[in-house]
């Protein structure tokens, strides 16, 4: 059926109607309001553990802490002054000497990292030391698994036992029985914590990595969330990306190529409905604190160095040119969350000056963002430092937990800190002479238990009010995630975060309404 001229005019005017309902005007973007893409192209088990599911061997992990101890002498197997010397097995309890970080090679190869950095070894003679400070076969162990017990073959086909003067030696020739005491072992896991991009692409191998995170990247977010956003009031997002995104579609191993389409993906529907796009670079090349939204292999923190800052620069560089001249781009944030112990301010400011000088080369009017460090930092020390003269932001991450001071505070005890702390933190920032305030990330949680609707509602709405008031904005994290009250979706269509929506505002109100009224004119 064909819709008379006056049929099209109106289908015209609603579309418009819906462009502008959807849109983003200068006005809008007096302030930010996103959502961050967590867990879609840089992967955070915690967020979608069923990821890892069909991974064999899932508890052991790259980055997976173990302690060993000897069936037969019952003692722990130590790395002493954590490692640099002959592996001794004479420990009745066991510390961080005692422990071992996993390397993943395959599902049944392993290398095992000590405490100071270095790798057990086979390569001087039949004794196992500490010594190696970089891994290769003399590294690599076949582990042969019994529940908590195990085997543990070099790759010459000989097995680790121990001998009744408390070493480790590599020369037992046989195949071992499970009541060999001596070639035995009982391990624990003791951490099992990173579940990020390198665990998931280590742990299935190339191809079912690429299998499982092409389906991921596809179904995780599409342009029907992004639709929701616009309907809620969010006018950004903020898109988490991993150092690799450059190097598609074939990065480096073992990470896995498809980000960068994704991340096209992402900017065409903001397209469609009216969002801006931050693109954030969470994950550097060696990790810039540890944790496995970095993509850490181990826990350890390797980017503050002179080859790492390069690479990283060469990212940032590699994304503003491919997306500088996009209108949907509002902003490059450099760098997510580095660590204040492990990251040098003076290492982070240079690093950030320069990150700067590179995205103005490709545009004048992009939004460079640098994150505060986490950890024991001031904010105010990148407002002291000169990091750049236009559109300039500092992020900030605000959450009532993973501090010891949150976990016995009761709902208004919360509430009330959100004013009392948060709020005149914002609002002395806002006045310094520097960079624009951003909450990048905040979410509806905390670590009070039993809460109900009607508390979620006052403490998400006290966090509206207040991280409202930041000069730049603020960024919910995150869209989707398994824990719900984490969750940006679960949490608006539930109404345990309320408030902000666009649905609501009298322009939009008025303007819906005006159309209306001459639909019902022109029809009756």
């Not at 090679?105 to 290398?111: D, K, P």
């Not at 057990?120 to 908590?148: H, K, M, Q, W």
């Not at 693109?279 to 080859?307: C, F, K, T, Y």
Request: include cysteine; charge should be negative; proline fraction near 4%.
């Amino acid at each position: 059926m064909r819709l008379p001229r006056s049929g099209l005019f109106v289908f015209g005017v609603l579309l418009s109607v819906f462009r502008l309902a959807h849109s983003s005007t200068d006005k809008d973007f007096a302030k930010v309001r996103a959502v961050n893409l967590g867990g879609w192209l840089v992967v955070e088990g915690w967020i979608k553990p069923s990821l890892f599911d069909g991974i064999p061997n899932r508890d052991m992990l790259d980055g997976t802490q173990v302690q060993l101890k000897s069936v037969g002498l019952q003692k722990y197997l130590s790395a002493g002054d954590g490692g640099g010397g002959n592996l001794t097995v004479d420990r009745d309890a066991a510390s961080s000497w005692e422990t071992f970080k996993l390397w993943r090679i395959s599902m049944n190869e392993f290398q095992f990292r000590c405490f100071n950095g270095q790798f057990l070894t086979a390569s001087d003679g039949d004794v196992i030391s500490a010594t190696a400070d970089s891994p290769g076969d003399s590294e690599t162990f076949y582990i042969e698994r019994n529940n908590t017990l195990l085997h543990i073959k070099l790759l010459n086909g000989s097995y680790l036992q121990v001998t009744d003067n408390n070493q480790l030696t590599s020369n037992y020739t046989s195949q071992p029985g499970w009541d060999d005491d001596m070639a035995t072992f009982e391990m624990t896991i003791v951490a099992n914590n990173l579940h990020g991009d390198y665990q998931l692409a280590n742990g299935y191998g190339p191809e079912q990595a690429k299998s499982v995170l092409t389906e991921h990247r596809k179904n995780f977010v599409s342009g029907s969330d992004f639709l929701f956003m616009a309907q809620k009031g969010i006018n950004a997002v903020r898109i988490p990306v991993g150092w690799w995104i450059a190097y598609d579609p074939d990065p480096p191993a073992p990470f896995i190529g498809g980000s960068l389409n994704a991340l096209d993906r992402a900017f065409y529907w903001a397209q469609i409905y009216g969002l801006k796009c931050i693109i954030d670079l969470h994950a550097a090349p060696g990790s810039q604190n540890g944790m496995e939204h970095s993509a850490s292999r181990d826990g350890s923190v390797d980017w503050p160095s002179e080859a790492n800052i390069q690479k990283t620069l060469d990212v940032i560089n590699f994304l503003a040119q491919r997306y500088a001249d996009n209108p949907y781009l509002l902003g490059i944030e450099l760098l997510n969350e580095p660590s204040a112990a492990a990251v040098p301010l003076d290492t982070l400011v240079s690093y950030y000056k320069t990150g700067y000088q590179i995205v103005r080369s490709y545009s004048d009017t992009a939004y460079v963002i640098f994150c505060q460090r986490i950890g024991n930092a001031d904010p105010m020390e990148l407002y002291q430092a000169y990091l750049g003269a236009t559109n300039t932001v500092v992020d900030l991450h605000y959450y009532n937990l993973f501090d010891p001071y949150f976990e016995n505070l009761n709902a208004t005890e919360n509430i009330q800190f959100i004013y009392k702390n948060r709020l005149p933190q914002v609002q002395s920032l806002n006045h310094a002479n520097g960079p624009l305030v951003f909450i990048g990330e905040w979410v509806n949680e905390w670590n009070v238990t039993n809460a109900s609707q009607v508390q979620y509602q006052l403490f998400g709405n006290a966090q509206l009010e207040v991280y409202g008031e930041a000069s730049f904005g603020w960024s919910y994290w995150t869209l989707k995630c398994n824990s719900v009250h984490w969750d940006y979706e679960w949490n608006i269509k539930n109404r345990y975060l309320i408030g902000g929506s666009l649905l609501i505002s009298p322009s939009y109100m008025l303007l819906v309404a005006g159309c209306l009224m001459y639909l019902f004119s022109i029809l009756t």
